[in-house]
Protein backbone atom coordinates (compact mmCIF):
# COMPACT_ATOMS: atom_id res chain seq x y z
CA UNK A 1 0.00 0.00 0.00
CA UNK A 2 1.67 3.63 -0.85
CA UNK A 3 1.89 6.37 1.33
CA UNK A 4 -1.08 8.20 -0.24
CA UNK A 5 -3.46 5.20 0.03
CA UNK A 6 -2.51 4.89 3.68
CA UNK A 7 -2.68 8.55 4.38
CA UNK A 8 -6.37 8.72 2.44
CA UNK A 9 -7.15 6.00 4.34
CA UNK A 10 -6.26 7.27 7.79
CA UNK A 11 -7.97 10.22 6.89
CA UNK A 12 -11.32 8.53 5.94
CA UNK A 13 -11.61 6.21 8.97
CA UNK A 14 -10.82 9.65 11.37
CA UNK A 15 -13.96 11.19 9.17
CA UNK A 16 -16.25 8.26 9.71
CA UNK A 17 -15.23 8.17 13.36
CA UNK A 18 -16.44 11.78 13.74
CA UNK A 19 -19.73 11.63 11.78
CA UNK A 20 -21.09 10.21 14.77
CA UNK A 21 -19.29 13.06 17.29
CA UNK A 22 -22.40 15.07 17.08
CA UNK A 23 -26.01 15.02 16.21
CA UNK A 24 -27.33 17.42 14.03
CA UNK A 25 -29.43 19.90 15.22
CA UNK A 26 -33.22 19.53 14.34
CA UNK A 27 -35.50 21.70 12.82
CA UNK A 28 -37.90 23.12 15.26
CA UNK A 29 -40.10 20.84 16.87
CA UNK A 30 -43.49 22.01 17.83
CA UNK A 31 -44.48 21.98 21.75
CA UNK A 32 -47.73 22.02 22.96
CA UNK A 33 -49.26 22.72 26.71
CA UNK A 34 -48.72 20.04 28.98
CA UNK A 35 -46.33 17.76 27.13
CA UNK A 36 -42.48 16.95 27.91
CA UNK A 37 -40.20 17.27 25.04
CA UNK A 38 -36.25 17.06 24.60
CA UNK A 39 -33.63 19.74 22.83
CA UNK A 40 -30.25 19.52 22.09
CA UNK A 41 -28.14 22.77 22.35
CA UNK A 42 -29.25 24.77 19.39
CA UNK A 43 -32.35 23.22 18.99
CA UNK A 44 -35.89 25.51 18.92
CA UNK A 45 -39.08 24.78 19.55
CA UNK A 46 -42.45 26.39 18.32
CA UNK A 47 -44.27 26.93 21.54
CA UNK A 48 -48.37 27.49 21.26
CA UNK A 49 -49.25 31.70 20.30
CA UNK A 50 -45.83 31.81 18.11
CA UNK A 51 -43.66 31.54 21.00
CA UNK A 52 -40.17 29.83 20.85
CA UNK A 53 -37.97 28.33 23.44
CA UNK A 54 -34.36 27.84 22.01
CA UNK A 55 -31.21 25.69 24.30
CA UNK A 56 -28.57 27.60 23.88
CA UNK A 57 -26.24 25.04 26.16
CA UNK A 58 -25.25 24.15 29.63
CA UNK A 59 -22.98 26.41 31.56
CA UNK A 60 -21.27 25.88 35.10
CA UNK A 61 -21.84 22.17 35.49
CA UNK A 62 -20.49 20.53 38.57
CA UNK A 63 -22.94 17.67 38.80
CA UNK A 64 -21.40 14.88 39.83
CA UNK A 65 -20.56 12.01 37.19
CA UNK A 66 -22.90 8.99 36.43
CA UNK A 67 -20.14 6.51 37.50
CA UNK A 68 -18.86 8.32 40.72
CA UNK A 69 -19.75 8.32 44.18
CA UNK A 70 -20.42 12.10 45.17
CA UNK A 71 -21.25 13.89 48.48
CA UNK A 72 -23.27 16.64 46.28
CA UNK A 73 -24.98 15.97 43.24
CA UNK A 74 -23.83 19.65 41.93
CA UNK A 75 -25.43 21.81 39.43
CA UNK A 76 -25.10 22.77 35.92
CA UNK A 77 -26.99 26.00 34.15
CA UNK A 78 -29.58 25.46 31.51
CA UNK A 79 -29.04 28.58 29.60
CA UNK A 80 -31.97 29.33 27.04
CA UNK A 81 -33.85 31.96 24.92
CA UNK A 82 -37.43 32.48 25.05
CA UNK A 83 -39.24 34.30 22.17
CA UNK A 84 -42.63 36.22 21.92
CA UNK A 85 -43.72 39.06 19.58
CA UNK A 86 -40.41 39.47 18.43
CA UNK A 87 -39.05 40.02 22.23
CA UNK A 88 -36.07 37.46 23.08
CA UNK A 89 -35.76 36.88 26.81
CA UNK A 90 -32.48 34.42 28.54
CA UNK A 91 -33.75 31.77 30.63
CA UNK A 92 -31.29 30.48 32.98
CA UNK A 93 -32.54 27.17 35.05
CA UNK A 94 -30.61 24.81 37.33
CA UNK A 95 -30.77 21.10 37.25
CA UNK A 96 -30.02 20.70 41.17
CA UNK A 97 -33.85 23.19 41.59
CA UNK A 98 -36.04 22.01 38.62
CA UNK A 99 -38.95 24.20 40.16
CA UNK A 100 -41.29 25.57 37.35
CA UNK A 101 -40.45 29.19 35.97
CA UNK A 102 -43.25 31.19 34.42
CA UNK A 103 -42.92 32.21 30.91
CA UNK A 104 -45.50 33.88 29.56
CA UNK A 105 -49.12 32.12 29.73
CA UNK A 106 -46.95 28.50 30.51
CA UNK A 107 -44.65 27.29 33.19
CA UNK A 108 -40.87 25.72 32.02
CA UNK A 109 -39.55 22.76 34.22
CA UNK A 110 -36.42 21.04 33.68
CA UNK A 111 -37.01 17.09 33.75
CA UNK A 112 -33.91 16.07 32.73
CA UNK A 113 -30.44 17.05 31.65
CA UNK A 114 -28.15 14.23 30.28
CA UNK A 115 -24.18 14.55 30.91
CA UNK A 116 -21.38 15.07 28.33
CA UNK A 117 -20.46 18.00 26.32
CA UNK A 118 -23.61 18.95 24.61
CA UNK A 119 -26.33 17.34 27.07
CA UNK A 120 -29.74 17.24 25.62
CA UNK A 121 -32.15 18.23 28.08
CA UNK A 122 -35.88 17.26 28.86
CA UNK A 123 -38.59 20.33 29.62
CA UNK A 124 -41.98 20.13 30.47
CA UNK A 125 -44.13 23.00 29.11
CA UNK A 126 -47.50 23.53 31.23
CA UNK A 127 -50.03 25.69 31.38
CA UNK A 128 -49.58 28.80 34.39
CA UNK A 129 -52.42 28.87 36.44
CA UNK A 130 -50.97 32.03 37.94
CA UNK A 131 -51.47 33.71 34.88
CA UNK A 132 -47.56 34.19 33.32
CA UNK A 133 -45.63 37.18 33.88
Known amino acids: ?11 ALIL ?13 IQVSANQDFTLRPGERAMLPGQASLRYVGVANDSRCPPTVQCVWAGDAEVKLVF ?6 VDVVMHSAKPAPQPMGPWALTLVGL ?12 QADAGGGN
Do not use: K
Open 16 to 28: AACAGCSSPVRDA
Open 114 to 125: EHGAAPAATLRL
Open 1 to 11: MSQLTRSLASV
Open 83 to 88: EQAGNP
